[in-house]
């Protein structure tokens, strides 16, 4: 039941119309073997039988038979044919969307640490096996087992020690293929996992194609990738080499029980247990029975290694979510962190830190790069819980609240802006559903990149290229304001861009800031300073450690970390080039 589960990505229910118009085809198909050797018989008898005459009507019977047996097969192939496939197809789509969706729901922590290549490879390569799993590899499996066992249980009738020989040496092929099936995993899984590290390895060449270029390297990370390569041929001959052989030893025997058959029958025969016509069936039926069955026996082996694919998918589907209630928070949202330690993995990157966000206020978090700003911002999204301590957001624990009930209160703008390859005005749109076209420029507007998109060829309608190749820093900053502004949370999370801008772009970056955060509760991750000497309060981090707070210039009173921050920035002139 496992392996079931495991080949459909969990959707076992899907193979059992394959299944059952699998076997149905292959009983179908029962039916003109039955009918030739009915034929032979009656073509053979006179000539075995002296008198006997031969039965001309009945043989007419059988090729009208025949003819509407192959008809029939037709038929009951096509259902066959067609589930298969949509069954396959269906689970791969729904499957796909639905590990998308869960991915998404996974807790960010679990989605580093996983290669994102790794994640696309089994989006697309796992789901085409388990595809291939429920279309082709399963269905025949089962329907591979319908004519010999039809044919064992006719046999028998007719003689039995001769179908004994026929299917004597099955079980030793069958136990020789299970007991391989645990070699089959291992090896099935470090192929996996090399096909895995070059995927990966090729995605890390693409993506760096630009540093390489920038920095002239050619060699190392080519030679990763060339290495991986290796691997993984290194990998599928050894897969090959190892399995194969077993394979063929298998299905050796399988067709090592036709000599059987010949010697037993021959020895009946000359003893005259048994008639010419009932040997001649046996043998007959002997040339065609080994078919099927060494076809299922290279089957069970792929069918294997796309049930581990499938394992991967089942496994990643079954990692906890995020959950949470989904009750309306209480107008006051307030935010505070009680004694919070959170690290991504290795050491902790906030210890112990207390603080309080309040409602409809500014609070800038300042620190030196590393110091944690953006991780409280990424606790405050629970994008992360913390290990130790509580965040709670109107009085609540976050761990209590559904993370996308959360973020329906909550308009993140990141310092790296990302932007769908799709038109301007839809990924302005993406800040709230079902937003109108009027809506959508009046928040543009506000963010002060409306009268650069009507500059570009197609306005609103205009592409952007991946991850917003095609706009300047500032420009795609402004437009994830736009987003936010359209997205009228109560809560705004504001992680400032650490890349220098042009004073204008600087200026209109400001002036859209304003527009978002009027009215709110916003909490702003700055790096220049002078952005937020306005601020109702400033919270200066230092190596993940609340180390003072307070207004601008109480701050600056104070003579620490905030006024040495202030007095570089004061200081801080251009680029030189000394000589
Ligand atoms: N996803 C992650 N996995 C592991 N470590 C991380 C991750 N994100 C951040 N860190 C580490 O956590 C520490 C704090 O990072 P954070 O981004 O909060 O700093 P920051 O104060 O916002 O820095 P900056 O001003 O440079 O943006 C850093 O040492 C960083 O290397």
Same mark, same amino acid.
């Given at each position: 039941?496992?392996?079931?589960?495991?080949?459909?990505?969990?959707?076992?229910?899907?193979?059992?119309?394959?299944?059952?118009?699998?076997?149905?085809? #292959?009983?179908?198909?029962?039916?003109? *073997?039955? %009918?030739?050797?009915?034929?032979?018989?009656?073509?053979?008898?006179?000539?075995?039988?002296?008198?006997?005459?031969?039965?001309? +009507?009945?043989?007419?019977?059988?090729?009208?038979?025949?003819?509407?047996?192959?008809?029939?097969?037709?038929?009951?192939?096509?259902?066959?044919?067609?589930?298969?496939?949509?069954?396959?197809?269906?689970?791969?789509?729904?499957?796909?969307?639905?590990?998308?969706?869960?991915?998404?729901?996974?807790?960010?922590?679990?989605?580093?640490?996983?290669?994102?290549?790794?994640?696309? #490879?089994?989006?697309?390569?796992? *789901?085409?096996?388990? +595809?291939?799993?429920?279309?082709?590899?399963?269905?025949?499996?089962?329907?591979?087992?319908?004519?010999? %066992?039809?044919?064992?249980?006719?046999?028998?009738?007719?003689?039995?020690?001769?179908?004994?020989?026929?299917?004597?040496? /099955?079980?030793?092929?069958?136990?020789?293929?299970?007991?391989?099936?645990?070699?089959?995993?291992?090896?099935?899984?470090?192929?996996?996992?090399?096909?895995?590290?070059?995927? #990966?390895?090729?995605?890390?060449?693409?993506?760096?194609?630009?540093?390489?270029?920038?920095?002239?390297?050619?060699?190392?990370?080519?030679?990763?990738?060339?290495?991986? *390569?290796?691997?993984?041929?290194?990998?599928?001959?050894?897969?090959?080499?190892?399995?194969?052989?077993?394979?063929?030893?298998?299905?050796?025997?399988?067709?090592?029980?036709?000599?059987? %058959?010949?010697?037993?029958?021959?020895?009946?025969? =000359?003893?005259?247990?048994?008639?010419? =016509?009932?040997?001649?069936?046996?043998?007959?039926?002997?040339?065609?029975?080994?078919?099927?069955?060494?076809?299922?026996? @290279?089957?069970?082996? +792929?069918?294997?290694?796309?049930?581990?694919?499938?394992?991967?998918?089942?496994?990643?589907?079954?990692?906890?979510?995020? &959950?949470?209630?989904?009750?309306?928070?209480?107008?006051?949202?307030?935010?505070?962190?009680?004694?919070?330690?959170?690290?991504?993995?290795?050491?902790?990157?906030?210890?112990?830190?207390?603080?309080?966000?309040?409602?409809?206020?500014?609070?800038?978090?300042?620190?030196?790069?590393?110091?944690?700003?953006?991780?409280?911002?990424?606790?405050?999204?629970?994008?992360?819980?913390?290990?130790?301590?509580?965040?709670?957001?109107?009085?609540?624990?976050?761990?209590?609240?559904?993370?996308?009930?959360?973020?329906?209160?909550?308009?993140?703008? !990141?310092?790296?802006?990302?932007? !769908?390859?799709?038109?301007?005005?839809?990924?302005?749109? !993406?800040?709230?559903?079902?937003? @109108?076209?009027?809506?959508?420029?009046?928040?543009?507007? /506000?963010?002060?990149?409306?009268?650069?998109?009507?500059?570009?060829?197609?306005?609103?309608?205009?592409?952007?290229?991946?991850?917003?190749?095609?706009?300047?820093?500032?420009?795609?900053?402004?437009?994830?304001?736009?987003?936010?502004?359209?997205?009228?949370?109560?809560?705004?999370?504001?992680?400032?861009?650490?890349? &220098?801008?042009?004073?204008?772009?600087?200026?209109?970056?400001?002036?859209?800031?304003?527009?978002?955060?009027?009215?709110?509760?916003?909490?702003?991750?700055?790096?220049?300073?002078?952005?937020?000497?306005?601020?109702?309060?400033?919270?200066?981090?230092?190596?993940?450690?609340?180390?003072?707070?307070?207004?601008?210039?109480?701050?600056?009173?104070?003579?620490?970390?905030?006024?040495?921050?202030?007095?570089?920035?004061?200081?801080?002139?251009?680029?030189?080039?000394?000589?």
């Amino acid at each position: 039941m496992k392996l079931l589960h495991n080949i459909t990505a969990g959707n076992p229910g899907q193979l059992v119309k394959p299944v059952f118009y699998s076997v149905l085809a #292959n009983l179908v198909s029962v039916l003109p *073997f039955a %009918l030739i050797i009915e034929a032979v018989r009656l073509i053979f008898a006179p000539y075995i039988t002296p008198g006997m005459l031969l039965q001309t +009507e009945r043989l007419w019977w059988i090729c009208g038979g025949l003819a509407g047996s192959m008809l029939l097969l037709f038929l009951s192939e096509i259902p066959a044919y067609r589930s298969a496939y949509r069954g396959a197809y269906h689970v791969a789509a729904q499957g796909r969307a639905e590990l998308a969706e869960h991915l998404r729901k996974l807790p960010l922590g679990y989605l580093t640490r996983r290669d994102p290549g790794d994640l696309a #490879n089994m989006m697309m390569g796992d *789901f085409t096996l388990v +595809e291939t799993g429920i279309s082709h590899l399963l269905p025949q499996l089962a329907g591979a087992f319908v004519l010999p %066992l039809a044919a064992l249980a006719g046999l028998l009738a007719l003689d039995w020690r001769m179908a004994l020989s026929m299917f004597a040496a /099955l079980p030793l092929g069958l136990l020789i293929m299970y007991s391989a099936s645990k070699l089959q995993r291992r090896l099935g899984a470090s192929h996996m996992e090399a096909r895995l590290n070059a995927a #990966n390895r090729l995605q890390e060449y693409l993506n760096g194609i630009q540093v390489m270029k920038a920095y002239n390297l050619t060699g190392d990370r080519f030679v990763r990738l060339e290495q991986s *390569f290796k691997l993984l041929m290194k990998e599928s001959i050894r897969l090959e080499a190892v399995f194969g052989p077993i394979i063929m030893t298998a299905i050796g025997l399988l067709r090592a029980g036709l000599t059987l %058959l010949v010697y037993v029958g021959v020895h009946l025969l =000359l003893g005259g247990e048994l008639g010419v =016509l009932q040997l001649a069936v046996f043998l007959i039926i002997g040339t065609r029975i080994y078919d099927p069955l060494t076809t299922a026996l @290279t089957n069970y082996a +792929e069918f294997r290694y796309n049930e581990q694919a499938g394992e991967r998918i089942v496994q990643l589907l079954e990692e906890p979510v995020m &959950s949470g209630s989904t009750d309306p928070l209480p107008a006051r949202r307030g935010i505070r962190f009680e004694e919070v330690t959170f690290g991504y993995g290795g050491q902790p990157v906030l210890k112990n830190v207390s603080m309080d966000l309040p409602q409809g206020s500014l609070t800038a978090i300042v620190g030196p790069s590393g110091s944690g700003k953006s991780t409280v911002l990424r606790l405050i999204s629970r994008f992360y819980d913390p290990g130790e301590g509580r965040v709670l957001m109107a009085g609540r624990d976050l761990r209590s609240i559904d993370p996308e009930h959360l973020l329906k209160e909550v308009a993140v703008v !990141f310092q790296d802006v990302y932007l !769908f390859q799709d038109t301007i005005g839809r990924n302005i749109a !993406f800040g709230r559903e079902g937003a @109108t076209g009027e809506e959508i420029r009046q928040a543009a507007e /506000l963010a002060r990149c409306h009268d650069f998109i009507m500059q570009l060829p197609l306005g609103y309608e205009t592409p952007v290229g991946e991850g917003g190749s095609t706009l300047s820093g500032g420009e795609k900053q402004r437009i994830s304001i736009a987003r936010a502004i359209l997205k009228n949370a109560p809560v705004v999370l504001l992680d400032e861009a650490t890349a &220098s801008l042009d004073p204008q772009n600087e200026a209109d970056i400001q002036k859209a800031i304003q527009a978002l955060i009027a009215g709110r509760t916003v909490i702003v991750v700055a790096h220049r300073l002078k952005t937020i000497a306005g601020a109702d309060n400033i919270l200066v981090l230092e190596d993940g450690c609340l180390v003072e707070q307070g207004r601008h210039d109480r701050l600056l009173a104070l003579g620490g970390l905030y006024a040495r921050m202030w007095k570089l920035q004061q200081e801080s002139t251009g680029f030189r080039i000394s000589s």
